[in-house]
């Protein structure tokens, strides 16, 4: 069974964090901050994309945690390309392959068949080196792009946005520390947060 993602969320309360961790969790305090019927509006952030996301906190609690987990089964199988199940030779191991359509122009293709193993090996090859080559400015990428889809949907309307937003993405940590200083604790905080370039960040509480 394909359980919830263990990546963490961060429910807001208008500026004030309300918590941040796994998505059951999120969830029931959501519900709980709900129920208190606060004019303040809650949103709720994937931490690993910094996008805002929904939560349908309708019946009991086991009910909407029963959702949440069928909902994310849903999107894991959708998203699950075909394993490779031909027969394979003996000793030879299960690398885990998936198939997918790949379109390259006929001198692409002719050059990769000329490699050793084939097009298949280079293209590996190729992509390993790339992700060697690319891999933290690829997740400095990442980072910037997570705090900036937080950051326009928490303080949009905030003063210095436009300039916070050109010196994280020209990835000058320090005017974009100075630029959202102002901002709500909470909201400041969180942003530097997403900002940083770990796979993983965890808030500072």
């Known amino acids: 069974m394909n359980a919830i993602p263990s990546h963490s969320y961060t429910s807001f309360q208008g500026p004030r964090r309300l918590v941040t961790g796994a998505l059951p969790a999120v969830a029931l305090a959501v519900k709980r901050a709900m129920e208190q019927r606060s004019d303040s509006p809650i949103l709720t952030f994937d931490n690993s994309s910094g996008r805002s996301i929904d939560i349908d906190t309708r019946g009991s609690d086991d009910e909407m945690v029963g959702r949440l987990t069928k909902a994310y089964e849903h999107v894991a199988s959708a998203g699950a390309g075909p394993d490779s199940e031909e027969p394979r030779g003996r000793g030879r191991p299960k690398l885990g392959v998936v198939a ?36 933290e400015r690829d997740k400095t990428r990442k980072a910037h792009e997570r705090a ?54 965890t808030p500072a509480d």
């Open 148 to 201: 900036y889809y937080f950051m326009s949907a928490m303080a949009g309307d905030m003063p210095g946005f436009e300039e916070a937003t050109r010196a994280l993405f020209a990835n000058d940590m320090r005017a974009f520390g100075e630029l959202i200083a102002a901002w709500p604790n909470d909201v400041r905080d969180h942003a530097t947060w997403l900002a940083n370039d770990s796979d993983t960040p």
């Open 100 to 135: 997918r359509e790949v379109t390259l122009l006929p001198r692409h293709w002719e050059w990769l068949s000329a490699q050793p193993g084939g097009a298949s090996v280079a293209l590996r090859k190729l992509v390993e080196q790339a992700r060697l080559t690319h891999g």
